[in-house]
Nanobody, 127 residues
């Protein structure tokens, strides 16, 4: 079992930055692929960024490419999402997810592929 807790959300003006953190505890964090998703009101949950267990391979949705950076610190059991040049359309609840385990150099972009989820953190970008 893995427990996932996000933090770092808040209210920011357009063009500003936020860094989300996700701490995972329980089983060996470093062996899990990790991902960030977001869900805006009235919309489906969408993949924002993902990172592999090995090799640090990353994925970004086209809408955030060049603005967001996902990274992980296995020693701290933490994955980060650095969000720069934020836009009002980035407003959503952001979720961190863990899994699958021992997945090598693969990252995952579908919600059903993840095993453990955090409770979400609200990000609001004002225009």
């Amino acid at each position: 079992q893995v427990q996932v807790v996000e933090s770092g959300g808040g209210l920011v003006q357009a063009g500003g930055s936020l860094r989300l953190s996700c701490v995972a505890s329980g089983r060996t964090f470093s062996s899990y692929a990790m991902g960030w998703f977001r869900q805006a009101p009235g919309k489906e949950r969408e993949s924002v960024a993902a990172i592999s267990w090995i090799g640090g391979n990353t994925y970004y949705a086209d809408s955030v490419k060049g603005r967001f950076t996902i990274s992980r610190d296995n020693a701290k059991n933490t994955v980060y999402l650095q969000m720069n040049s934020l836009k009002p359309e980035d407003t959503a609840v952001y979720y961190c997810a863990a899994g699958p385990e021992l997945s090598g150099t693969y990252y995952y972009t579908e919600a059903y592929e993840y095993d453990y989820w955090g409770q979400g953190t609200q990000v609001t970008v004002s225009s």
